[in-house]
């Protein structure tokens, strides 16, 4: 018989103090520091971190985060209150417990940075009035419409915005507005490196003989910019609004320019054929690796079947597979019927199948 273990999970409660104002050798509970109660089953050390990263990676404001990031993480320590509690239902009650003795007891209440009364969730009851005013207050609001955010306040809400997931709609919706406003002529990448001046800059150079290296540096930027540009890969709403064109009939520019067209076609098929043929050459070794273990599996369930004279359902029950899966394979059906014609070779067959009773 194998033995069972059972994981046992005890909680804890604990309290966060700013250690500048208060030590827990002096005494329990502190008098002048801002606390916060909480519980957890992870060991402390773990669970402080979880508070700190909450603080640096989310923008969210409550008063134990507003609190964590004024003070600062290295002024803030955990300290254990109570722990070996056997449940998460007893440990909410004993959270609840702790804030409520810390709030009317000790007359702490000022000093508490928890935003509720502990346990699974806030206990707030609003009144009817109370309610009535917050409705109210929420309606009409549009202060931000209209507004003119500084250069500051933009690059926080980017730096605030950077990594998060967009949901399908969202991508589609700036999809549909970016061709919209493509077909209207309008400019709504604000950040674009070259303006219309600079385009039409950029065409007037290159057709009078400048080569895009030199373009390129007096722009202060790459050959693939300028080269873009000129051949209408980017920067086509300008280009076609002021019907600007590359003359490429100096110095035969236009003979270098298809042989360098064509060698950048002969390149990319060649790539398409190694790219195909390594496709080929993966897929045949998978195809050969998954017939050598079908392979393998028929030649054990015909051992067994035929010679062993094992039941379908037994067979299916040590290969944890429905009994009508074996018996059409054994019939030459799905995908057995690969082994038609097949002489199954008992030899390949490992001493554990062998030796089974």
Request: proline residues 2%; glycine residues 6%.
């Amino acid at each position: 018989m194998g033995q069972c273990y059972t994981e046992i999970i005890n909680y804890k409660i604990y309290f966060l103090y700013d250690k500048r104002f208060f030590t827990p050798d002096d005494k329990k509970w502190p008098s002048n520091s801002a606390l916060y109660i909480g519980l957890t089953k992870n060991p402390l050390q773990k669970r402080l971190r979880e508070h700190f990263k909450e603080a640096r990676k989310t923008t969210h404001q409550t008063k134990k985060l507003n609190w964590i990031r004024k003070v600062g993480e290295e002024n803030i320590n955990i300290e254990l209150v109570e722990e070996n509690i056997p449940n998460i239902n007893k440990a909410a009650e004993r959270e609840v417990y702790y804030i409520k003795w810390v709030k009317e007891c000790l007359g702490l209440s000022d000093f508490l940075k928890n935003g509720d009364a502990g346990g699974f969730g806030s206990t707030k009851n609003y009144t009817e009035e109370t309610i009535e005013k917050i409705r109210k207050s929420k309606l009409g609001n549009k202060w931000n419409v209209g507004r003119d955010k500084s250069e500051e306040t933009r690059k926080k809400l980017s730096e605030a915005h950077k990594g998060k997931p967009k949901s399908p709609e969202a991508i589609e919706k700036g999809r549909q507005t970016y061709r919209r406003n493509r077909l209207l002529g309008l400019n709504i990448n604000k950040s674009r490196r070259f303006s219309e001046e600079d385009v039409i800059q950029i065409f007037k150079m290159a057709n009078a003989g400048s080569k895009n290296k030199d373009i390129a540096e007096y722009f202060k930027c790459s050959v693939d910019n300028i080269g873009n540009v000129l051949y209408k890969n980017s920067y086509t709403d300008i280009s076609e609004k002021l019907n600007l064109n590359l003359i490429l009939k100096r110095n035969g520019l236009e003979e270098l320019i298809e042989a360098g067209r064509k060698c950048a076609l002969q390149k990319k098929e060649e790539a398409r054929i190694r790219n195909a043929e390594r496709k080929r050459v993966k897929q045949n070794q998978i195809q050969q690796e998954l017939f050598n273990i079908q392979k393998l599996l028929y030649t054990e369930y015909y051992y067994l079947k035929k010679i062993r004279k094992f039941t379908n359902k037994e067979i299916a029950d040590m290969y944890q597979k429905h009994p009508d899966s074996i018996r059409r394979i054994l019939e030459n059906r799905s995908w057995g019927k690969k082994f038609k014609n097949y002489e199954p070779d008992f030899s390949m067959l490992s001493d554990s199948i062998l030796l089974l009773q």
